[in-house]
């Protein structure tokens, strides 16, 4: 098979690789972008056919290009959908021209023994680079919890595998998860006319807008973009936001009045009858808490800075707690209530395998400090949290990248005769 040697390998050529890409080409440094599938293939294939982004097109996107640019019908404040976020991802790598080559898989980053670098086995041959940067994203393995056995007569698919509401069995359908694509998924298959129950755990929803702002600028006049690590206790709290029919904030009170039947947690099930935990009012208030929270410390904001914003009392008006949550519903017989699908909105685990162990920790998780690896020479680009809250949205990425992309660069340096790394000032150490 061919070999061929390479300083940087990036693999993955969704958001993260084509961010790294431009960093990497802005300093000269020659790389490599290997995607096994085609850019942006998430964005294709891993999404369902009526979302679009949850930011505004204003904020999801790289500095360098608007996405007004390449589509005046979405406009600033629009949400583009997920074709539209495909074309843009590939348009903007084709405007940097971004090396990627795609179609190909990598098995292996091995380490090389007694010299630098590491050999990379891929499905079209080895490949020797100086350094590697897991660019895969967050959004790896579906996980589907083993709570329903796959021969209990019921259909069962995760959120990436949904597509529209003709897909699925005629029936009821209990969606599990209540972050932005449980919740999504779950209204339109309520609007489609289905049954839909509604598995809620612990969640944030933020207002789509307030005072005539995004809740996505309010995050980060806030601050709240900035934040290295969640609040304690909150970190695998979801965000309930929604981008859908021109964007609105989720709310579960609502939900509940248009007829979706809420639950707690999903715990168990057994002989075809499913159990949920106490605690949907629980989780329905501290999602209320959150907003209240949140609305207060904008009118906060807005009064201290002197803004002039529309004020917006109703925002904080709450609808009469759902009956499901005052009595909550702990059991249900899927069989008696015409439930034929279990959709699993229930995230993602990454699967670092390929990678060298000692980039890892005992759990298989990335072992890093802002993306630079425990491994030398191993780099993580597009994890949650990275850096900051931001990190896993487009233009999050596209700072974690610049960063990465400058410590590389130091390196480099290190490797000069000189020894004398040129050092900047852009806070890469």
Not at 51 to 67: C, I, K, M, S, Y
Not at 358 to 385: C, I, M, Q, T
Request: hydrophobic share 40%; aromatic share 8%; charged share 20%.
């Amino acid at each position: 098979m061919p070999t061929e040697e390479i300083e940087v390998l990036v693999v993955g050529a969704g958001q993260a690789g084509i961010a790294m890409s431009e960093h990497l080409g802005a300093r000269g440094i020659p790389h490599l972008v290997l995607e096994r599938d085609r850019i942006a293939e998430k964005w294709r294939t891993g999404r369902w056919d009526s979302l679009v982004a949850n930011g505004p097109a204003w904020h999801d996107r790289f500095p360098n290009l608007e996405f007004d640019q390449l589509f005046p019908d979405v406009g600033p404040d629009g949400f583009a959908t997920k074709d539209q976020v495909v074309q843009y991802l590939a348009t903007y790598a084709e405007r940097i021209e971004a090396p990627i080559r795609a179609g190909v898989e990598v098995h292996a980053v091995v380490k090389n023994p007694g010299r630098p670098g590491f050999t990379v086995e891929t499905s079209q041959g080895v490949v020797h680079a100086r350094y590697v940067v897991a660019a895969t994203g967050a959004f790896q393995t579906p996980v589907i919890p083993p709570i329903v056995t796959a021969d209990a007569g019921i259909e069962q698919i995760h959120s990436s595998s949904y597509r529209n509401p003709q897909q699925l069995p005629a029936g009821a359908v209990l969606v599990v998860g209540a972050g932005s694509s449980g919740v999504q998924i779950a209204d339109e298959l309520q609007r489609s006319g289905r049954q839909v129950h509604l598995s809620v755990g612990p969640h944030d929803r933020p207002p789509r807008s307030y005072r005539g702002r995004d809740f996505c600028w309010w995050l980060g006049v806030l601050g709240k973009w900035e934040m290295a690590t969640p609040p304690a206790g909150a970190e695998h709290v979801t965000i309930a936001v929604s981008g859908a029919r021109g964007g609105h904030t989720v709310d579960f009170r609502e939900l509940a009045a248009s007829g979706m039947r809420l639950v707690g947690r999903t715990q168990s099930c057994v002989d075809g009858v499913v159990r949920f935990g106490s605690d949907l009012r629980h989780n329905i208030e501290s999602g209320d808490a959150n907003l209240l929270q949140l609305l207060a410390e904008a009118d906060a904001y807005v009064e201290r800075n002197g803004l002039d914003l529309p004020t917006e009392p109703e925002a904080g008006v709450l609808g009469p707690l759902p009956v499901d949550a005052q009595t909550p519903v702990t059991e249900l017989d899927l069989a008696a209530a015409g439930v034929t699908t279990i959709v699993w909105a229930t995230g993602f685990v990454s699967d670092y395998r390929w990678l060298p162990g000692g980039a890892l920790d005992e759990n298989g998780r990335p072992k890093h400090s802002r993306g630079v690896s425990a491994e030398p020479g191993v780099y993580f680009l597009g994890l949650p949290w990275q850096s900051r809250r931001g990190s896993s949205f487009i233009w999050g990425v596209w700072h974690d990248a610049a960063h990465l992309a400058e410590s590389i660069s130091i390196q480099r340096g290190y490797l000069l005769p000189t020894s004398r790394p040129t050092l900047t000032t852009s806070g890469a150490l």
